[in-house]
């Protein structure tokens, strides 16, 4: 069976990034189709922390570092422009963000971790601040006695997540583009004069471009257009209260408020394969440094817990496309997709598009793996800090 | 909404909003609010509406109450102690979306 | 962490105390834990305290919650460690236990679990049911037996089933005026039940004792509508009055309290956030653990007996108690296979006996169209406040089961966790998209599944560290 539409651009995946991109082109007027999986499947992009951030990220890949900040400048105008359209709240909010430090030498990692950023950006500049443990008490009454320091960044800001999935789904469809869920991808086929064809659900797509943004699913989609794509899981843990009243004003690495009241406390980051279930060691470590940063937070009623997969490359930055025995396959795939939304949206979907990415993204290109040594790529076990 | 049959055998205090009424040693909570003149419990967090006990199995949520200073307990799964202070919750201040 | 006990069982009920005492005559060394301050589950709550303390209350009460004493009394002499006012919170396959009491949370490991953690009111949503005066029937019978309390204003009893109509007649006994029972069966269901009579009635006194309550129902003069459809309760802070269908018009009535009951299900919490296996249930349009005849699920060393396995009731979970503390015991390497088979042979017989009339009663209380199918206006969601009809357009928007349905619409992420739309939201979608409720799935359940607080649960890493 042929499903019965002509597409333009087949975007493989639905969570967030191939979301994001789907609405961009969207908004492009280019006739696109979602096709994702069903109820039950790895989803990163419901079970993360909704953090939309850029203090920290890219020290060693410049590259990456703008492609952040980018993407938090896209932000507001992106979600209002969503918003707008769909009439559904997003919830982002941008009052900066602050990186806790609750011991002396995390203050100084901290610290040089910033400053390495500095240097790293250079005459671009780098917005981000260490405070004392009085400027942060200023901005964070509720902070314990623990707490010695943090790094704060104006740029840093939240969402809801699930919110932000939703609009874009509703984005996409409103404007009669298709989202297909239960349509878990079996084959995908570059075709000899170019095009692709799809089969999922027992129909077959076909479209002169598609998008590869199915997360932990894309090495399976990508080997099948010859590419090797290092893409490993990494489980988080997660915590949330229930409803509580209005205290935290800032999102935080580890402690979010969201706009429905309930705070959030995670995550760990852990290499255990295709594993998303909770395990009480880990969660109460989460618990305890969330007390000791907040001892507020010890009275409030824990609702769940969970565990989620980030889509993690060795180096832990995005992994930017276009397959090269197959033009028009463009691969996305990254963690901090719901920071990077905007960018995804605006920018990453005009280049599917225009069918080029730019030389900025090239340092994020899969090649770079080629030359880095294995000792680089070694998983590290279990963390517990920001995200 | 519901009243005692016979005169409690140990009878002890409890303040509910500060007002002192009388409890039987054994009750839960959530059934001294009831036996009292308003059943509400809680407006909720997300409309303001009002809620009392519906279960008073611990299944629901809908009970909970301040009790002791402590916000959010069932109320139909504590037990009634002399002296404790129970509190009707008010809406919890929404997050400032801005 | 090595085990501290043979056995743990979850739950002080029928089930779980039967189990508990069977078990510790074997010597296995068995902790019972109960989230209430005593013994006795939900059929006999308070039942100490009512012998002991209220005995008037004990006719009304009927002969059948007396009978608890007995259990109570043997479960009370018996070895097992009894933890009263214990919530379990979490079971891993590795059998550790997360519990939390006054004192905190702790973990426990024991070599063989049980879960006897009984059965919840099924939901009912309707307009109104939010509104304070609304209460599960289950809710103010526990009032009656754990405080002596019963209602001082009108009340209208709203759906269906053996409970809704005993404490009817508890409460005629008690002299409280009821209003009316509304109840939602149609003559439709006393045909489909028809066939399983001859079976309930060698099941023991069910519908005899049924036909009891209906004319002590009749004789007190409380009139019963049947038949009764688009129920609402209505009132600004509080009920003041209901409203429904029937016979074509519409009708209202005041009252001050709607009793509101649809029969039982299983409270699979606990099993399904472990994950345990589950099979829909379609008689009871429920989930239920998948067992084999000894209650074991498919997860090695977690067995599951009495209403939590799927409705039988009292009776029947006495039985199932006992027909799984000997194979736990056989499991422990107390009793050989023959032995356990010898030994559980007469609970065995009484177990079936007793679940021959379970077909009857599923068939002739069945959730009315209007439970399963709510109007799109109707909360369906009590904590997060989501209606019938934001869950349809969360399946046409591409939500296909009930997670991601969670996700768009936030149903199911409130303190309850999805125990008072769970079963709603399943029957929506299947409806919507035309599938059977097995296919469409069910919400993912995670610990916690009992309340605890951060500071309990980071009193966990200063425990283990
Ligand atoms: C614990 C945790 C916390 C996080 N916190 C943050 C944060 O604060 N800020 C931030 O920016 N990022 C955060 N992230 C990362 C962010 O969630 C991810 O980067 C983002 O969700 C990835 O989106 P995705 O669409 O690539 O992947 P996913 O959300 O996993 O979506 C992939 C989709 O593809 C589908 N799929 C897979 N295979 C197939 C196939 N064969 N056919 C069809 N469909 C398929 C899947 O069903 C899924 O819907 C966090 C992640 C985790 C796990
Ligand atoms: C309100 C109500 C009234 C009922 N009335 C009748 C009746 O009149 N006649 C009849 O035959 N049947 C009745 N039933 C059906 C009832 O389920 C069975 O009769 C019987 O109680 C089942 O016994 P059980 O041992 O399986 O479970 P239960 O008696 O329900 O016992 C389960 C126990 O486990 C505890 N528990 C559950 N989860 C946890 C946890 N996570 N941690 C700690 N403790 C936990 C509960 O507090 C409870 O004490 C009623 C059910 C309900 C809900
Ligand atoms: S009344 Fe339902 S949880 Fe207390």
Known sequence: MTAGRDYDVLVLGGGLVGAAIAHGLTRRKLRVAVLDEGDLAFRASRGNFGLVWVQGKGRGMPAYADWARLSADLWPEFSAELEAITGQPVYYRKPGGLALCLSESEMEERATLIRGMHNQQGPKGYDCQMLDRKAVREMLPQAGPAVVGASYCPHDGHTSPLHLLRALHTAITQAGNDYLPEHRIEQLEGLAGGGFRVVAAGKTFAAPKVVLAAGLGNPGLG???????????????????????????????????????????????EEVGFNNSTSVDVLSRIASRAVRAFPVLAGANLVRTWGALRVLAPDEFPI??????????FIATCHSGVSLAGAHALRYASYVAEGRLPAELAPLHVRRFDVQTAARTEPRAHRISGR | MFKRRHEPNHALTVYLDGDPITAAAGDMVAAVLLASPDPRCRATPVSGSPRAPYCMMGVCFDCLMEIDGVLNRQACLVPVADGMRIRRQPRPEPMALT | MSPQYDLAIVGGGPAGMAAAVRAAAFGLHTVLFDEQPAPGGQIYRAIEAVAGGRPQDLPILGPEYRRGIALVEAFRKCDATYCPGTSVWQLTRELELGIVDAGGARMVHARHVLL??????????????????????????????????????????????PLLYQFAWQLAQAGVPVAAILDTGRRANYVAAAPYLPAALAAG?????????????????????????????????????????????????????????????????????????HEWYGPQRAWRPVTDPWGNTDLAGIQVAGDCGGIGGADAAVHAGRIAAFEAARRLGRLSGDQRDTLAHPDRLAWRRHLLARPFLDALYPPSPGTLAPDDATLICRCEEVTAGAIRAAVRLGGTGPNQVKSYTRAGMGPCQGRECGLTVTEIIAAERGLAPEAVGTYRIRPPIKPLTVGQMAGLDDATR
């Not at chain 1, 080997?223 to 915590?239: D, F, T, V």
């Not at chain 1, 229930?242 to 309930?262: C, D, K, W």
């Not at chain 3, 037996?145 to 089933?161: C, Q």
Request: charged share 15%; glycine share 14%; aromatic share 6%.
């Open chain 3, 205 to 277: 006194d069910y519908v005899a004792k049924g036909l009891r309550l209906l004319n002590g129902i009749r004789r007190h003069r409380i009139p019963i509508m049947r038949g009764v459809s688009d129920f609402q309760a209505l009132g600004n802070d509080r009920v003041r009055e209901v409203a429904y269908r029937q016979g074509g018009t519409t009708h209202h009535m005041a009252a001050g309290l709607v009793l509101v009951h649809a029969g039982v299900v299983a409270n699979c919490q606990l099993t399904q956030s472990v994950p345990c296996r």
């Open chain 1, 320 to 329: 930017y496309l276009e397959a090269p025995d197959y033009p028009g396959a």
């Open chain 3, 116 to 161: 006897a953690t009984g059965a919840l009111e099924r939901p009912v949503p309707f307009p109104g049911w939010t509104l304070p005066g609304v209460m599960t029937a289950g809710a103010a019978q526990g009032l009656l037996k754990a405080s002596g309390m019963l209602p001082d204003v009108p009340v209208v009893f709203y759906g269906g089933g």
């Open chain 1, 223 to 269: 080997r099948q257009l010859g590419l090797n794509l290092p893409i490993r899981p990494q489980r988080g843990q997660i915590l949330v209260t229930e409803r509580l009243p209005a205290m935290f004003h800032y999102p935080i690495n580890g402690v979010r408020q969201t706009a429905e009241g309930s705070i959030m406390l995670g995550s760990s980051q």
